[in-house]
């Protein structure tokens, strides 16, 4: 009996732990990185995956990082996890040679 107990237990405290796991994941955004093509240009992401009631998927950001040393080592078209921190409409003109991005947005970068 008292490892049926010992068991559940165990099992329980996995599946709690499970749980608050994917709880976790289901509130990060996943991203692609896009390198800006030169000084002049920002660097973008590409939303691929949203969170409920989030910016929809196919929505581009130009991101500001809230921990920019982690940003030098991103890549171009690196697939990214992140918490959007704060956004808002991008309104301001655009360089020709540059990307466009529907906001601009601070984010923090996971794992």
Not at 50 to 77: C, H, N
Not at 81 to 108: M, P, Q
Request: charged share 25%.
């Amino acid at each position: 009996m008292k490892k049926v107990i010992f068991t559940l237990t165990i099992f329980s405290v996995l599946f709690f732990v499970f749980v608050s796991c994917n709880k976790d994941n289901a509130m990060l955004y996943q991203g692609v990185f896009i390198k800006g093509n030169n000084e002049e240009c920002q660097d973008i992401v590409s939303i691929t995956k949203s969170i409920p009631d989030g910016l929809p998927v196919k929505t581009s950001l130009y991101v500001t990082f809230a921990d920019s040393t982690r940003e030098k080592q991103l890549k171009d078209q690196e697939k990214i996890s992140f918490k959007i921190l704060y956004y808002h409409r991008d309104t301001v003109g655009h360089f020709a040679n540059c990307l466009w991005a529907d906001y601009d947005a601070i984010i923090e970068l996971t794992h």
